[in-house]
């Protein structure tokens, strides 16, 4: 199965040091952010990455790729273990790159990946600067596409003073921790953001997108009809939107938590998180 992993962002919460290193490479415990990104994606299936980069992120690129020089000295060293950690990192899954150009949002950098994506019957999107603790959802989001046949959106808590910074669902449950969705929206005022209700029809708190998505090549017709909106970008959500009123699209919760690095403090919680 195959996997887009968008990282083009220019990271600048991180300014300085995004200048030099890419968000996604900064360290998480002993290995960098994208590293546990692209391991859990393969772990789930999906060997087939391709990661979306901006000039001047090479060294994301350089990092998957073996490296033979230092292979050789560690080889020649006698380091063993070091030699097996490094080659590990380049065999992980079979990795492509692909760059985006202009920052014009999250939609515009899955859409470059039309053409990899090519005939695949569903693809997995991972934010590659979000890393899941405890579980992945993705075995979760697979099942209910394959006993369902149709897109979803990983879904997590969100409270209500903060769902106007994320892309919010609305549905009802039809299955444990599986929502058919009715409603998507992309950083709603508190009033206004829609909410999950369980089978019986009790209201849930309100549920943001948690960094993962499993979509249909649909998705691709769906973002090329979508216009630039907020901060001149297209917003993945209003294709996600339109992928919904045309083959449905389902949201899906997992008892793991998601470790959002996209700030400095963002990254500080995450490391004493994984500590624990």
């Given at each position: ?8 962002g ?5 300014l ?12 998480l415990?002993?290995?960098?952010v994208?590293h ?5 994606a393969a ?12 000039r ?5 690129r350089q ?6 020089d ?20 380049s ?8 760059y985006?150009?202009k ?7 899955v ?5 990899f994506i ?7 999107v991972l934010?590659g ?8 959802p993705?075995?979760?989001m697979v099942?209910a596409?394959?006993?369902r046949h149709?897109?979803?959106v990983?879904l997590?808590?969100c409270?209500?003073d903060?769902?106007s910074?994320?892309g ?9 921790g599986v929502?058919?969705l009715?409603?998507?929206?992309e ?8 909410r999950?209700?369980s ?10 997108f948690a960094?993962r998505?499993?979509f249909?090549p649909?998705?691709?017709d ?18 996600m939107?339109q992928?919904?009123q ?6 899906v ?6 470790l959002?690095?996209g ?6 919680e995450a490391a004493?998180?994984l500590e624990?």
């Amino acid at each position: 199965m195959k996997a887009i992993i968008p990282a083009a962002g220019l990271g600048t919460r991180f300014l300085p040091i995004a200048k030099a290193v890419p968000k996604e490479m900064l360290p998480l415990g002993d290995k960098p952010v994208i590293h546990y990104v692209v391991e859990e994606a393969a772990a789930a299936g999906f060997d087939e990455i391709l990661i979306i980069l901006s000039r001047g992120k090479e060294c994301i690129r350089q990092y998957f790729s073996p490296n033979s020089d230092l292979e050789n000295h560690l080889e020649a060293a006698g380091k063993q273990a070091a030699l097996e950690t490094v080659r590990r990192v380049s065999s992980m899954a079979r990795i492509e790159f692909a760059y985006q150009e202009k920052m014009r949002g999250l939609g515009d950098a899955v859409k470059i990946g039309r053409e990899f994506i090519g005939s695949e019957p569903v693809f997995a999107v991972l934010l590659g600067d979000t890393v899941m603790q405890h579980s992945s959802p993705l075995p979760a989001m697979v099942a209910a596409w394959r006993s369902r046949h149709k897109p979803s959106v990983c879904l997590e808590p969100c409270p209500e003073d903060r769902v106007s910074r994320y892309g919010v669902a609305g549905g009802r449950e039809i299955g444990r921790g599986v929502f058919e969705l009715s409603e998507l929206i992309e950083k709603p005022a508190a009033e206004k953001a829609p909410r999950l209700q369980s089978e019986n029809g009790t209201p849930l708190s309100c549920h943001a997108f948690a960094a993962r998505y499993l979509f249909t090549p649909d998705i691709f017709d769906c973002l090329e009809k979508t216009t630039v909106g907020f901060a001149g970008e297209i917003q993945l959500t209003d294709a996600m939107e339109q992928l919904r009123q045309k083959t449905g699209m389902l949201g899906v919760t997992w008892p793991g938590k998601r470790l959002d690095i996209g700030s400095p403090a963002g990254l500080i919680e995450a490391a004493r998180a994984l500590e624990r």
